[in-house]
């Protein structure tokens, strides 16, 4: 009885000592960090790139600490996913990733970590539409004609898209299933280089790209958006019809760009960051300069972001499963 007594008293002072550890680390939040980082797994100048620089300074600033943005691009951008999961979780190392990593669950076999158990998400940031979109002198004008064409002619019109096994590849794919037309996806490494060059040539009938990529080349006349891959129409192109409003309901063609922190961060700091996050996004001035980059300000919390994260895996999990994708 003694015994028990003893385990029961070191084990409520443990208890006790856990509940007073989390408001004692997020009180010393942010002075414990040298420098507050946000790691961004892909390349200068993609959407997550310019989605991070355009909050960084500013979220900064809420929390009186400096913050840097630094790229570790790799391997379709697990690699600086999987350092930030294996980080200290004391909310000094961020990751600015879209919720596509919901789907790699899914389609990498050999995935270094887990973006459900060892990722938790701070909060929104914003969200980057789909588009599909045609050559300028392409004969196609609008999204119902290029589906009509591709039942009536399988297997003669091609589309090139950002990445095999991402979002935009699933929106079309699951046209195909949907309606019954038929594509031929032309493999290009990224949404530029000579995939923009073939698409902008018409030697590509189609491409869904976000819009960060293609915005400038529809505002100056070199291609023609037809749909955005949405239910929805997006407010940064109000005139663009939605796939949602012409039949295709539930098409998850956009990304929507998130920060996390390591799944075990104190609950308490998360909760900081979201706030300060959540005031940074909301701000007229960082709403305007993300749809200049092609994002529509989005103001959700960590548990909104989970929620949807949980959703997207669920929706898009049978496709990648019927398509048989295996990604490295």
């Known amino acids: 009885m003694e015994a028990f007594r003893f385990r029961a008293a070191v084990g409520a002072c443990v208890l006790l000592g856990a509940a007073a550890t989390a408001p004692a680390a997020a009180q010393d939040f942010p002075a414990q960090c040298q420098v507050l980082k946000i ?21 900064g600033t ?48 050999k995935l270094g970590y887990h973006p459900f158990n060892d990722l938790v998400p701070v909060g929104s940031v914003g969200i980057t539409p789909t588009l599909t979109v045609v050559p300028a002198k392409s004969p196609f004008h609008s999204f119902s004609e290029l589906v009509e064409a ?88 109000p005139d663009l019809p939605a796939t949602g409003e012409l039949g295709l309901k539930g098409l998850y063609g956009g990304v929507h760009f998130l920060l996390f922190a390591p799944a075990k961060t104190p609950r308490a700091i998360v909760d900081r960051l979201d706030g300060a996050l959540a005031k940074v996004v909301g701000s007229a001035e960082v709403k305007e300069r993300l749809a200049g980059a092609g994002m529509e300000a989005t103001v959700m919390s960590s548990a909104q972001m989970a929620a949807e994260m949980q959703a997207l895996s669920d929706a898009l999990g049978p496709t990648i499963k019927r398509l048989g994708i295996r990604l490295e």
Do not use: W
């Open 150 to 237: 591709g039942k009536a002619k399988p297997d003669t019109l091609n589309y090139s898209i950002a990445g095999y096994g991402l979002q935009q590849h699933l929106a079309i794919e699951e046209v195909m299933a949907r309606t019954g037309a038929r594509f031929v996806y032309v493999p290009y490494k990224g949404a530029g280089g000579a995939g923009m060059t073939d698409l902008l040539a018409g030697r590509v009938d189609f491409a869904s790209f976000l819009a960060a990529t293609v915005a400038g080349f529809i505002k100056n006349g070199q291609l023609r958006a037809l749909a955005v891959m949405q239910d929805k129409r997006s407010p940064l192109f």
């Open 62 to 109: 809420a929390l009186g600490k400096t913050m840097v943005v630094e790229n570790k691009p790799g391997a379709s951008g697990n690699i600086g996913t999987e350092e930030v999961a294996r980080a200290r979780p004391d909310g000094c190392t961020l990751l600015m990733n879209g919720t596509v990593i919901a789907t790699f669950v899914h389609s990498f076999p």
């Open 39 to 59: 790691i961004v797994p892909y390349s200068p100048g993609a959407s997550a790139d310019l989605a991070a620089r355009v909050v960084a300074e500013r979220l």
